[in-house]
């Protein structure tokens, strides 16, 4: 009977080498990250009961200690990764090899990934755009490139040296690869997700001669199902009645683990309904609109908080932004933008910022507060995290 596996372990290649080794006994695996705080790990570990946990005896040697009272795991379960998104508490999402196997071959049909062509690994392999990574770069032949976090001198050396053709980035690192200068035309392209990039980063992107797709999606569709707005192969989307995009396809999880309440709740008719909202273009591309909570109500007129945040990033003094709702009692929501700063040297206030965004956006967006920051607090994957964005604003 197949089992899941969670495995904590210190190194990319520690990770990779357990996931072979499960996989080939028709086990699953429950990735972890390797600096997750012991807490955090513990309430994973109860929330998704796997049957073992894989991690480092003190001489480092690495030890599997059975769990009790785990939850069966599908036959064809390939990974169950826990995430929680911006918000809320964490959820297992069940992922199969069908599915990830669909996932892996639309993107490198898209992308045009060529036999023998490496990819870089320097995303966390807790998170499927990861996981992706060495799925694709196997695709083509080819071990990965591995990388223990992200450091852009080690990116640099892998770059330069012309021993990898292909990257997978959020845009917190392209944003640092850029500063850095290094010469991004020597890939052959970048997959970029994670996060919205706004289009700032992306001219600077395509001036550096760096050639990116962007990828959106959500470890619920086995990462990145939509590259440049256009779905990719076996992969359907549709806007529903209340705006939020719906997938249909190979790529979609099977269910969140021991929760077939939300999972019946996420599915209709085998269509995903996702927590994002979207519109289809008159090109056909689709555009994503932000998170369905990210709509901020002030003075009984909608502001996308996704809307105003790109806005925001163009000012010269914001390296990122995160944009939410805080209560008014005049304005009933009052929009506020949290920013993160080029450098300390950086001059920025509120009313630099509105001026700078007269021209756009309308007077109801506009921040009326402005907290600034030397860094915004960030998960793993870059991704901004609005909780504690928020926890922030309430110590103020």
Known sequence: MAELVAVRVPTAADLVAAWDRLAGLGDAILPLPADAADGDVARTLATLRPAALLHPRPDGVLRLSRLPDPLPVEADTAVVVATSGSTGAPKGVVLSRAALSASTAASVRRLGCRPGERWLLCLPLSHVAGLQVVLRSRAVGEEPVLHDGFDVEAVARDVEDGSVAWVSLVPTQLTRLLDAGLDLARLRGILLGGAPPGGELLARAEAAGASVTVSYGMTETCGGCVYDGHPLPGVEVAVGGDGRLRFRGDVLFDGYRGR?????????????????????????????????????????????????????????????????????????????????????????????????????LPPHALPRQLLVVDELPRNAMGKALRDAVQDLLDAR
């Open 260 to 360: 077939p309440d939300l999972t019946a709740a996420a599915f209709d008719d085998g269509w995903f309904t996702s927590a994002d909202l979207g519109r289809r273009a008159d090109d056909g591309r689709i555009e994503v609109l932000g998170r369905a909570d990210d709509v901020i109500i002030t003075g009984g007129e909608n502001v996308a908080a996704s809307v105003v945040t790109e806005a925001v990033e163009t000012h010269p003094a914001v390296r990122a932004a995160v944009v939410v709702g805080r209560p008014d009692p005049e304005w009933g929501e009052r929009v506020v933008a949290v920013c993160e700063r080029v450098d300390r040297s950086s001059r920025l206030d509120l009313d630099g910022l509105r001026a700078h965004l007269r021209d756009r």
